[in-house]
């Protein structure tokens, strides 16, 4: 069991958004403004899409976005694209006894 | 362009032992921490070890702590887990990640991330 909750799937077709939630506890996302989003295509490098709840890296669409209320962070995905049909995991800082928490990811599927 | 290249992987029996490693070029490696997180087959991704960018402080998951030490040299640029008390549970594809920050404060993000070794743990 993965110290933080998301939707094991979501789906959208092109074009539309589609937002993914990341629920923990005061513990860890509620805590600390210390969230991040990974793209992970199966068989390749995790990619960091997101971090620090709302900074997106650079190379990273902007098409993709950040947001966190209380102790339940989200990542939005706007204007799918067939591209971004993978797994995204949300992390989260969780003091030093835990140190790192991970989702249990969530299967983003482009209808 | 940042790299971090692993090797060390293969099959060990339960109860064996084996030593990651970690070649990192392309950034100032004493300068920042680093990361070591796992794949199970068919799970997600779980973090597994940190090391601060000086080796003065190490973290480790509930799930390997005793068992599991991280450790680096920064005159190789290398970081490493050495693996002890193996068990079926810890085969996975095991990554090492850059943390985003340097210097001794970490936000626990990773932006860079290697390719991972296949750990086997099978009699």
């Known amino acids: 069991q993965s110290a933080l909750t998301q939707p094991p799937s979501a789906s959208g077709s092109p074009g539309q958004s589609v937002t993914i939630s990341c629920t923990g506890t005061?513990?860890?996302?509620?805590?600390?403004?210390?969230v991040s989003w990974y793209q992970h295509h199966p068989g390749k490098a995790p990619q960091l899409m997101i971090y620090e709840v709302t900074k997106r890296p650079s190379g990273v669409p902007d098409r993709f976005s950040g947001s966190k209320s209380g102790n339940t962070a989200s990542l939005t995905v706007s204007g799918l694209q067939a591209e971004d049909e993978a797994d995204y995991y949300c992390?989260?800082?969780?003091?030093?006894?835990?140190?790192?928490?991970f989702g249990g990811g969530t299967k983003l599927t482009v209808l | 362009q940042v790299q971090l290249v692993e090797s060390g992987g293969g099959v060990v029996q339960p109860g064996g032992s084996l030593r990651l490693s970690c070649a990192a070029s392309?950034?100032?490696?004493?300068?920042?921490?680093m990361h070591w997180v796992r794949q199970a087959p068919g799970k997600g991704l779980e973090w597994v070890a940190f090391i601060r960018y000086d080796g003065s402080d190490k973290y480790y998951a509930a799930s390997v702590k005793g068992r599991f030490t991280i450790s680096r040299d920064n005159s190789k640029n290398t970081l490493y887990l050495q693996m002890n008390s193996l068990r079926a549970e810890d085969t996975a594809v095991y990554y090492c990640?850059?943390?985003?920050?340097?210097?001794?404060?970490?936000?626990?993000?990773?932006?860079?991330w290697g390719q991972g070794t296949l750990v086997t743990v099978s009699s």
């Open positions: 992390t989260s800082y969780a003091g030093s006894n835990n140190f790192v928490v």
């Open positions: 990640a850059k943390d985003g920050r340097s210097g001794y404060s970490t936000s626990c993000y990773f932006d860079y």
């Open positions: 005061s513990s860890d996302v509620g805590g600390y403004n210390y």
């Open positions: 392309g950034f100032t490696f004493r300068s920042y921490g």
